[in-house]
């Protein structure tokens, strides 16, 4: 038995790659995450309310999806809906959120494997190609900056945010502060676009070189999204069956027990989940695959560009990452016409009672679904259950892993080819190690 | 061009994703190892070390202690490096029982029993506190620490109102009420500690509504003394401005998001001594 390490970079948190071979022959991929901090268990005792602001320190980068699923399991619990207004500042907090991950996935994480760098911030990319990589970095930079500053100014805060609150918002957005964002949202959006062509024509480059676009066998598709205006302020769970086409199941986070079987692995800190014993996907491609149209002008040309030319479902694992590219531009396109609506009305926030019992928190964060369920006892957490989208995705990479390990060994050698494949694998689903072991 | 590494340890990334919004470091530094965004094998030499995260795992301890002898200069940032974070909210027996017998993994790092700041295992030149430090922090320590300008207190930044003729009787929780805009949240009852946690990051907590809940940790006055004396300062200002009853405050102080925050210099490491207010930025 031969086992091969693969350490992973460009990737949220602590993880590598571990595939055993006998004689040429792939036995196991395994995706490994090695970090743990014990939230389920740290927060026993703590006050309820004080969830918000503990809970986003799952992750720093998904810490917004966190922040706010955390506050609507609260709201479940204690019976409350916040007013509209809180509802859309919450909405354009995690187009913030989006825009930023988004940004980050595709430019700094996944374009050096189109360029062959180690790093967007290591070569001059002039020396590449010309004007299309001029500067490329400060480009990235500018568009996450402007996903940065919208989080800021929906969430008081660029990370752990802390403006949503139990019964809706600490306050709303004034004029002023909303045009300022619109502006820089609007300068974004054509560098957004220039950066997307870029890179998709890079991704083509690249999978005809390889002569792939990776595991492309049918999984199960997983999301909290739905309809031509996609909100990720997630209200139900759907699920699109490995036969492809339609949506088979939908649920409320409270019976996600009865859909979704999370179990742990002794060789992770990670869990997994599947959906009756079929391999499941969410994050961007699950996103995708359900939404036939966007009503923002830009997204939608790239979307159905997408559906066109991949099909819908499309299944490839790199499509992932074109996916995310069409929601970066979604998010600013839909983050401009919100900023358009007034923000600045009186109510933002409705009193409530705090109770015992339990409650639910949905959100569709970047990865996919998000649930926070808290159980309440004497005004203090109980119980508190962390599902995470990344956890979704876990048996998805290790099948990834497993097509690309195959195709790089054989009886004969190991393709150092193999090296980069499990990078470009496991960044394709965008992991993110803080939440998933949490 | 001067090079700098960032070890990320046990944490959240939010410092990393900090450190790239501060963009404006990409003309001054080159950034060799960062494993976020950097696909580099280990830290190479460097002129800055910047360390972010707790020492978690027997891993974190082998990078931590391979790492700083690469470096001229190591700054410990956010409070997971300086104090260990928020992972010790985990740090009492019943907890700690629960997740050694649960998450005993045999193919993984072996999880040390309690999340440690880095300082308890290496001499770091500089600390830069928050949760996390923001951008403009992240570019102060990178650059010129030095000549960093800054209030010496959260409130001073935070530019809302205090009045001397409201005072609440009680507390209001951290989720309750209506906030009033430009009115001290001290007045409004809620529990606010930024009148003694160390500025420099512009309040943007206090700014959108939200008490500060001293991530920063205590001003230059407090910070090489235990922590009773912050507490202590802390329940001055209720008392003048508040009539609250000192129990109450005490209980929210002592309540875990803001223990949290507030006992992360308390922690001496070493011969026990505090961290000098001059390596503090």
């Known amino acids: 038995m031969t086992t091969l390490t693969f350490p992973l970079s460009r990737i949220e948190g602590h993880a590598r790659v571990v595939i055993d071979t006998r004689g040429g022959i792939v036995q196991s991929a395994k995706f490994q995450a090695t970090e743990f901090r014990g939230f389920e268990y740290l927060v026993k005792g703590a006050p309820a309310e004080q969830m918000p602001v503990i809970v986003p320190r799952i992750c720093g980068v998904c810490s917004t999806a966190h922040h706010v699923a955390s506050v609507k399991a609260l709201e479940d619990a204690y019976g409350v809906t916040p007013p509209p207004l809180a509802l859309t500042i919450r909405e354009l907090l995690l187009l913030g959120q989006l825009l930023q991950n988004q940004a980050t996935s595709l430019f700094i994480f996944t374009m050096p494997d189109r360029l062959g760098v180690d790093s967007i911030f290591d070569v001059d990319m002039t020396e590449l190609d010309g004007d299309a990589l001029a500067g490329v970095a400060a480009r990235a930079l500018q568009v996450r900056q402007a996903g940065t500053h919208l989080i800021t100014l929906a969430g008081g805060q660029f990370i752990h945010p802390v403006k949503a609150v139990v019964g809706g918002v600490t306050g709303g957005i004034s004029a002023e502060a909303a045009s300022a964002m619109k502006a820089e949202l609007a300068d974004a959006l054509p560098v957004a676009c220039a950066l997307f062509d870029t890179y998709w024509d890079y991704s083509v480059a690249l999978s005809e070189r390889l002569g792939t676009w990776g595991d492309d066998a049918p999984a199960c598709y997983l999301t909290a999204v739905s309809g031509t205006k996609p909100n990720y302020y997630g209200d139900f769970l759907r699920l699109m069956g490995c036969e492809g086409g339609d949506v088979c199941a939908q649920f409320p986070a409270r019976k996600f027990r009865a859909f979704l079987t999370v179990e742990e692995a002794e060789y992770s800190y990670a869990a997994q989940t599947s959906y009756k014993g079929n391999v499941l996907r969410a994050n961007s491609l699950a996103r995708a695959n359900l939404v036939d149209s966007l009503e923002t002008p830009c997204a939608n040309e790239y979307l159905q560009r997408f559906h066109r030319e991949f099909g819908q479902p499309a299944h490839a694992i790199l499509l992932f990452d074109l996916a995310r590219g069409i929601e970066l531009v979604y998010a600013i396109e839909r983050a401009i016409e919100i900023l358009s609506e007034s923000l600045d009305g009186a109510e933002t926030r409705l009193p409530y009672e705090p109770r015992d019992g339990e409650g639910y928190g949905l959100v569709e964060a970047p990865r996919g679904p998000l649930i926070h369920h808290y159980r309440i006892e004497n005004g203090l957490i109980a119980q508190a259950e962390f599902v995470i989208p990344t956890v979704h995705n876990v048996l998805a990479i290790e099948r990834a892993l497993r097509v690309a390990a195959e195709r790089y060994i054989t009886p004969e050698r190991v393709n150092l080819e193999l090296e980069r494949a499990v990078g470009r694998v496991v960044r394709a689903f965008d992991p993110c190690i803080a939440c998933a072991t949490h | ?281």
């Not at chain 2, 790239?20 to 965004?37: F, G, S, T």
């Not at chain 2, 990078?63 to 490096?81: E, I, M, P, Y």
């Not at chain 2, 790092?109 to 030149?125: E, G, I, M, Y």
């Not at chain 2, 500690?193 to 006055?221: E, F, I, K, L, Y």
């Open chain 2, 1 to 281: 061009m001067k090079r700098f590494a960032v070890l990320q340890l046990s944490g959240c990334a939010g410092c990393e994703v900090a450190l790239l919004n501060a963009e404006a470091w990409v003309a001054e530094y080159k950034l060799v190892y960062m494993p976020l965004v950097v696909s580099a094998e280990d830290v190479p030499e460097v002129d800055v070390l910047l360390i972010s995260g707790g020492v978690r795992t027997d891993e974190d301890l082998y990078k931590l202690r391979r790492a700083v002898k690469k470096a001229q200069q190591v700054v410990a940032v956010g409070t997971c490096a300086l104090s260990g974070g928020v992972a010790n909210l985990g740090d009492r027996d019943d907890v700690r029982a629960l997740f050694l017998a649960e998450k005993d993994r045999p193919h993984v790092p072996r999880l040390l029993p309690k999340s440690h700041p880095v300082d308890a295992f290496v001499a770091v030149d500089l600390y830069l506190p928050g949760c996390p430090p923001t951008s403009e922090l992240f570019m102060a320590v990178l650059t010129n620490p030095l000549e960093f300008q800054a209030s010496k207190v959260v409130c001073q930044e935070c530019g809302r109102q205090k009045l001397k003729d409201v005072k609440p009787a009680h507390l209001l929780g951290f989720q309750q009420g209506e906030v009033r805009p430009d009115v001290c949240l001290i007045n409004q009852g809620y529990l606010c500690v930024g009148s003694s946690t160390r500025g420099g990051c512009r309040a943007p907590c206090p700014r959108a509504g939200h008490p500060c809940v001293g991530c920063r940790g205590p001003s230059d006055v407090f910070i090489e003394k235990e922590s009773a004396a912050w507490f202590t300062s802390i329940k001055r200002v209720f008392a003048t401005m508040t009539n609250v009853p000192e129990d109450e405050i005490e209980r929210g102080l002592r309540s875990p998001q803001l223990a949290l925050f507030l006992f992360q210099f308390s922690d001496y490491t070493g011969d026990h001594q505090p961290r000098p207010k001059e390596k503090v930025l």
